[in-house]
């Protein structure tokens, strides 16, 4: 990667419906030589993907936590099966330390978290943090 590759990806982290036109615009090139950029730093993974965030009104009335549980044997294989069923698991990571995974979950109640706890603590021992605000939500940058 060379910094033509570089601004162009910092052009679309800003707006990644950015017009091809406009990129090549704002980096000196012509719309194929950056389409061409684009193509490669896709085909290299270096691009993963193009994603949608979502706000919707009264998200903020979400109740979101981060959940860390300790699984064992079949139990953990067993989590990582129900994991993927459970839409209000937005993330899920694998850590060290007194817990094996930590989920992000966004839940549209109280009883909601609180089912979803259950469900997690047949399969393990939870430690839950109900999230209050987000003062930072910083994304890779280059």
Excluded: W
Aim: glycine share 4%; net charge neutral; hydrophobic share 40%.
């Amino acid at each position: 990667m060379d910094e033509l590759d570089n601004k162009i990806i910092r052009l679309l982290m800003r707006n990644a419906r950015m017009p091809v036109k406009e990129i090549a615009q704002q980096v000196n090139l012509t719309s194929p030589a950056v389409s061409s950029r684009i193509h490669r730093l896709e085909q290299e993974g270096v691009i993963g993907g193009y994603t949608v965030l979502l706000h919707q009104p009264g998200e903020a009335a979400r109740v979101q936590a981060l959940i860390s549980i300790q699984t064992t044997g079949a139990a953990r294989e067993d989590f990582l099966r129900m994991i993927p069923d459970e839409p209000q698991i937005l993330q899920c990571y694998r850590v060290t330390g007194s817990y094996n995974f930590i989920v992000k979950v966004s839940c549209a109640s109280i009883d909601e978290l609180e089912h979803l706890l259950t469900r997690m603590q047949k399969l393990g021992n939870t430690n839950t943090q109900i999230i209050l605000a987000t003062p930072l939500d910083r994304r890779l940058t280059l």
